[in-house]
Structures are given as structure tokens and as C-alpha cells.
């Protein structure tokens, strides 16, 4: 199933499938496809919503930095960087199993973006399923993440952008406050072994640094024996007043 559909000069289109905010790409989908010319590890900045359904253009710089635009607005630019966090030790499959029985967020209306691709309940088809709840001890969130098989390629493996895309929500979860619309400003991944479609992981969470605004946190996605796979920090901002409401508009 192709993600994003690409022309020459740099332009693609994110299909409307992969969306955080309705007609807004999910950040860490978005964070995905401007890191990919750059490779396994890297660092992106989300500088404005990056639409659904509209060419935009990806280009890479002299000095190696990936730009997306849509128009004449930069809405992205990623650069080589690695996460200043270790994966936490993994959480066994049958803890993370338990723990999405109590995601937070499965009542639609307890979620901001019910219909996000990655966690929102109310993409039973086409999501992701990504549902991350709390363990019975610790700050840690876990969930099971198995990619359905229609999301593989060539021997199976995901296309990273989903990788970084089931890394973003999470983290999210863990250090933002429930009930506010808080958006993902910044985020830094590193992909070490490929995801495949329709084998099992565990994907974990855990808070950074929670802020009146500001909040850091990080995720890892792990094989189903505990082998961390990939790692990420994000930064999340909390809207307020008129710029909360347009983003739930």
C-alpha cells in the first residue's frame, strides 16, 4: 500500500489516510517523511500543520537539510541527529497487553483527534492501533502494536515514516496533560532493525519533563523477545485559547 505518491523535483502528496488532526498529517508521519532522505537517525522540526491530500515539496540542502513546503510555508526541516535517550528496559508482551486495556483515550470522547491514524478509536479499518495504557506500577505506558499485513513491502517491512509515526503518539501520552490540545513540535528517532507487517512488537512510553506548555517525552518500539528496534524523544506544546480551538475546529 503506497504511503505517499511522488513526482519529480521533490513533490509528493500524503494521502488523507494518514492523518493526525482532521486534514492535518500526524506529526510523527510528517516527522518520518521529512527525516527519510537523511536516513535511520534523525531530528525534525514541525514549524507549521503539514496538509493531507496537497502536493508539497521535499527538497534536501547543500548543507544536508531536508526542507517540506507546502506552497511558499516551510512546514518541516530535519537534520542528522540521534536521541539523547536509551530505550527503558522492555515491558513483557503479556504487561503491554494488559496495560492498552486501560488506554486512557479508547472513549472518542476523551480524545482530542479521534480520528488520528496512530492511536484515535475511531480508525477500527485503517489505523494503526496504536493504544498505549499504564502499566500496574511506573510511569511507563506499553501497548502491543501489530502492523497489519497490507501496511508491508518488499519481505514484509513498513515503510519508516509508520515507523515514526507509532513512536509519536505514545510519547505524547506520557507527558501531556489530559484534556488540552497539545501538539508535537519537535522529535528525534533512530530506526536500528526493521518493523515488519503482521509480527507483534511492544511499544513503550515514558514522561521526560512535563511544563505548563512544554512537555518531553520518549518511546521505544521493541521486538516481541525485548530487542529495542527504534527510539525516540519528542517535544509537545499545549495550545491555548483560540489556537487550541482551530486545531479541534
Known amino acids: 500500500m503506497r504511503q505517499i505518491d511522488e513526482t519529480r523535483g521533490g513533490a509528493l502528496t500524503v494521502a488523507p489516510r494518514f492523518n493526525g488532526p482532521p486534514g492535518v498529517t500526524n506529526g510523527g508521519y510528517a516527522c518520518g517523511l521529512a527525516a527519510e532522505p537523511i536516513g535511520p537517525a534523525a531530528s525534525v522540526r514541525l514549524l507549521a500543520p503539514m496538509p493531507v491530500g496537497v502536493p508539497l515539496d521535499r527538497r534536501t540542502g547543500p548543507d544536508g537539510t531536508v526542507t517540506v513546503r507546502h506552497g511558499d510555508v516551510v512546514v ?53 492501533h496504536v493504544f498505549p495504557g499504564p502499566l500496574s506500577a511506573g510511569d511507563v505506558l506499553a501497548c502491543p502494536w501489530t502492523p497489519a499485513p497490507g501496511l508491508g513491502g518488499q519481505g514484509g517491512r513498513i515503510d519508516s515514516r509508520l515507523v515514526w509515526a507509532a513512536l509519536d503518539c505514545p510519547s505524547g501520552f506520557a507527558c501531556m496533560p489530559e484534556g488540552r490540545v497539545s501538539v508535537l513540535a519537535t522529535m528525534t528517532a533512530r530506526i536500528d532493525a526493521p518493523v515488519r507487517a503482521g509480527e507483534t512488537y511492544v511499544i513503550a512510553a515514558w514522561p521526560l519533563e512535563r511544563g505548563e506548555r512544554k512537555h518531553r517525552g520518549a518511546s521505544a518500539v521493541y521486538a516481541a523477545d525485548g530487542t529495542p528496534l527504534a527510539v525516540a524523544e519528542a517535544l509537545w506544546i499545549t495550545l491555548e485559547g483560540d489556537r487550541g480551538a482551530r486545531w479541534q475546529a
Open 76 to 128: 518541516a526541516d530535519a537534520v542528522p541527529g540521534e536521541p539523547t535517550v536509551a530505550p527503558r528496559p522492555a515491558p513483557s508482551l503479556a504487561a503491554a497487553r494488559h496495560a492498552t486495556r486501560r488506554y486512557a483515550a479508547a472513549d472518542p470522547d476523551r480524545h482530542i483527534f479521534p480520528t488520528c491514524v496512530v492511536c484515535g478509536p475511531l480508525r477500527p479499518d485503517d489505523g494503526l
